[in-house]
């Protein structure tokens, strides 16, 4: 495969950047998301993530088990900002726990 094919779409990393991060000490794909934003996009890895393993798999003679998996954050798939914050009866925007967000913060209320 050509070194500039992108493996990463959402944040357009090729063959070639990971392979650079891996010569720079990467060795799992934490490390690979450290250093080039690969699987920091949209889709949080659900596209990358195999390729960019297999890619460390070959360079350092890991298995895929050895690699393991990416840390996960929250929210572990596509949310609607409305499950999250609603308005409430007074006009003021409230989050799923009742916090009043208004102007960028969150206060118990
Ligand atoms: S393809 Fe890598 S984060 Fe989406």
Redesign the pocket.
């Known amino acids: 495969m050509d070194k500039s094919t992108i493996v990463?779409?959402?944040?357009e990393i090729n063959i070639d950047e990971i392979e650079t991060a891996i010569k720079n000490g990467a060795e799992s794909f934490d490390d690979i998301k450290r250093l080039t934003r690969?699987?920091?996009?949209?889709?949080?890895?659900?596209?990358?993530f195999n390729p960019v393993s297999e890619i460390i798999a070959d360079c350092t003679g890991k298995t895929l088990n050895e690699i393991g998996l990416p840390r996960f954050r929250m929210p572990l798939k596509m949310v609607r900002m409305s499950a999250l914050a609603q308005e409430s009866e007074d006009g003021s925007v409230v989050s799923v726990f009742g916090e009043s967000v208004e102007d960028g913060e969150s206060k118990n209320g």
Not at 40 to 48: A, D
């Open positions: 990463c779409r959402c944040e690969c699987g920091m996009g949209p889709c949080q890895s659900k596209v990358c």
